[in-house]
């Protein structure tokens, strides 16, 4: 077993609480601290029967080694993750889940967008977000911050080939679906209740043009404003959103 990890602030310890508490060996928080926020942070890890250690600020800054801790700092055991698309397809599948969700990057190279993204996706109920490792950012502390939390909860898989990637996909009954301003269909007029892969390209340059190609079918968010196109984590939102309100 992996040694144990320390994760500091309410949104991360929060998240960890609510998807993994037995995973927590501990959560040490600063007992000077009394106002609503952290009483209700303690009633969750009470709730959640995990161990509580009274510390001050300094104690909890050398643990998290960061003095942004808000208080809060726990000792945690890794959670096991899948290390890959196909590891987690399959466990999805011995799970009984038989619509997965999921989201695909195309381009995405500014970690605020990533982050974004992320944090839409763990929100909306996707299980995965895809993208290929020569067109995108990777996991890194500007992410990790945006995404809230989401950046630990969230598989993020970085592929060699999108294509192929979704190609495979596609063999595994997973319909992708890309999203283009030019086409006939919008977001609202296709069923998502199935298994989908939502596949967006970055602002401005969109999909490249083989990813575009591979996609099942094309769909477009209605603009109906004076500008031309959102950026793609709020476009991720619109569309991660609808599918949950058609699977709802």
């Not at 080939?161 to 595994?172: F, G, I, M, S, V």
């Not at 009954?173 to 007029?189: E, F, H, L, R, V």
Request: proline share 4%; net charge neutral.
């Amino acid at each position: 077993m992996s040694s144990p990890k320390v994760l500091f602030g309410f949104h991360a310890v929060g998240v960890r609480l609510k998807t993994a508490p037995k995973s927590i060996i501990e959560i040490y928080y600063e007992a000077t601290r009394r106002d609503a926020r952290m009483r209700q942070f303690l009633d969750r890890a009470r709730e959640a029967g995990a161990r509580l250690i009274e510390a001050d600020s300094v104690r909890i800054a050398k643990l998290a080694g960061s003095h942004g801790h808000q208080g809060v700092a726990a000792r945690v055991e890794p959670v096991k993750v899948a290390t890959s698309l196909d590891e987690l397809l399959e466990d999805l599948e011995a799970a009984g889940i038989e619509q997965p969700l999921l989201l695909v990057l195309d381009g995405v190279t500014d970690p605020h967008n990533l982050g974004a993204c992320l944090r839409v996706a763990d929100g909306a109920g996707a299980h995965a977000v895809i993208a290929p490792k020569d067109h995108a950012v990777g996991i890194n502390a500007t992410v990790a911050k945006v995404a809230s939390g989401a950046a630990e909860t969230m598989p993020y898989f970085m592929v060699t080939n999108l294509a192929r990637t979704l190609n495979e996909l596609k063999e595994r009954n997973i319909w992708c679906i890309g999203t283009s301003d030019d086409a006939p269909k919008t977001i609202y007029q296709v069923d998502l209740k199935g298994p989908v892969a939502l596949v967006l390209g970055a602002e401005g340059d969109g999909m490249r043009q083989l990813t575009r190609k591979t996609c099942d079918e094309l769909v477009s968010i209605p603009m109906k404003g004076a500008v031309e196109s959102l950026n793609v984590s709020v476009a991720s939102g619109v569309c991660l959103y609808e599918a949950l309100r058609q699977r709802s």
